[in-house]
């Protein structure tokens, strides 16, 4: 009796892609090309960025590329910091982070619109909405990390009022962050853009940090400096700032109030 000829198998997917002799089409490599100037800042400037492959391209990204010697150093761990606040979902999402060629760049995600964008066009927050950028920083901080330059423009604002961090050239991780202090800050840069404006769930949580503060002496140096970033918002971990307080306080009144008073004529603030 004569054998049945086996029945062919058909191959899978991945055999055929292993098959010798069948050549497999390339797909052309992911580019992303800087358009125009986005903003300029101390340590660099970001553009409009458009990635894709071949003729499709996303012109949703920003690069931040670093300029100046000091940013070029600090690069590392602008990038680190902000990829680790991004992947809790407050920061936006860094596509490519590198250095090479002498020059250091971040590409991420672009932001459409700014806090202080958002209330000039808006004209009000709303309670919710003030206590979601405490809710924003409480959780960066939560992080161990700083951001070192709470302002409303570095607040990121999606629709339906998302929030996240943008600009980390000043942040730094710390076990210990003065949130109160941060939206005291904030608060002062909103009175500033918007002075007919009020912000009183924002301006209740900086007085809370304040209270906390004054309650305490300033006879020792640590509780002295501990109050000075309350009440103004100064960066007393920078070694000039804090060598020139501590001047103040040796050499100034007893009490708090007279020291701050001191504090505030030298700085400004």
């Not at 960066?140 to 009022?161: E, Q, T």
């Not at 006879?219 to 070694?239: H, I, M, S």
């Amino acid at each position: 009796m004569p054998r049945r000829k086996p029945r062919a198998v058909a191959k899978t997917a991945g055999q055929r892609r292993r098959s010798p002799g069948r050549p497999q089409p390339r797909r052309a490599a992911k580019t992303c090309t800087r358009r125009e100037v986005l903003g300029r800042g101390v340590a660099g400037v970001v553009y409009k960025t458009c990635c894709g492959y071949g003729a499709t391209q996303n012109c949703s990204y920003a690069t931040k590329v670093f300029t100046t010697q000091r940013a070029f150093q600090a690069a590392e761990r602008e990038m680190r910091l902000q990829a680790a606040v991004a992947k809790a979902g407050l920061a936006p999402r860094v596509v490519k982070a590198g250095c090479r060629s002498g020059e250091c760049a971040i590409v991420m995600e672009r932001v459409r619109t700014t806090l202080d964008e958002y209330v000039a066009a808006a004209r009000h927050l709303t309670d919710a909405q003030q206590r979601a950028i405490i809710h924003l920083l409480e959780r960066v901080a939560g992080l161990g990390i700083d951001h070192g330059d709470v302002h409303s423009g570095n607040i990121a604002v999606d629709r339906p009022f998302r929030l996240r961090m943008i600009d980390f050239s000043e942040a730094h991780e710390s076990r210990s962050v003065n949130v109160h202090a941060q939206v005291g800050k904030l608060v002062g840069d909103l009175g500033v853009r918007f002075p007919a404006l009020r912000f009183p769930a924002l301006e209740a949580y900086a007085m809370q940090g304040h209270a906390r503060a004054s309650s305490s002496s300033c006879q020792e140096e640590d509780r002295f400096l501990a109050y000075v970033k309350a009440q103004t918002g100064l960066d007393v971990g920078n070694p000039d700032i804090e060598d020139a307080l501590l001047d103040i306080w040796m050499n100034g009144p007893s009490n708090c109030e007279g020291l701050l008073r001191k504090v505030r004529r030298r700085y400004k603030v």
